[in-house]
Nanobody, 119 residues
Framework: QVQLVEYGGGLVQAGGSLRLSCAAS????????MGWYRQAPGKQRELVAL???????NYADSAKGRFTISRDSAKNTVLLQMDSLVPEDTAVYYC?????????????WGQGTQVTVSS
């Protein structure tokens, strides 16, 4: 089992910045990817950004150029730097980890952290 704890959500004005962090603990081995998803009220959860074990990154179109994902493997932490925030970024942000065990991938989720961007 992998436990995830997120930090860094809050209220910010449009144009501002926030940094989210997620610390993983527990049976941490063969982590294939770490990432961030978000869910706004009435909408489905969507990918924001992810980073693979090899360091490759993938961003949602809405995040490109504004958000940066990074990973500190030594600390089992994934960070999401969010700049130039807009009200449409308001959502609950969830940390996600994908762990490979034999031929199966297991996904773990954090409890979520609220990000609110005021206009």
């Amino acid at each position: 089992q992998v436990q995830l704890v997120e930090y860094g959500g809050g209220l910010v004005q449009a144009g501002g910045s926030l940094r989210l962090s997620c610390a993983a603990s527990g049976s941490i081995f063969n982590i294939k990817a770490m990432g961030w998803y978000r869910q706004a009220p009435g909408k489905q959860r969507e990918l924001v950004a992810l980073i693979t074990k090899g360091g490759s990154t993938n961003y949602a179109d809405s995040a490109k150029g504004r958000f940066t994902i990074s990973r500190d493997s030594a600390k089992n932490t994934v960070l999401l730097q969010m700049d130039s925030l807009v009200p449409e970024d308001t959502a609950v942000y969830y940390c996600n980890v994908v762990q490979g065990i034999l031929s199966t991938n297991y996904a773990y989720w954090g409890q979520g952290t609220q990000v609110t961007v005021s206009s």
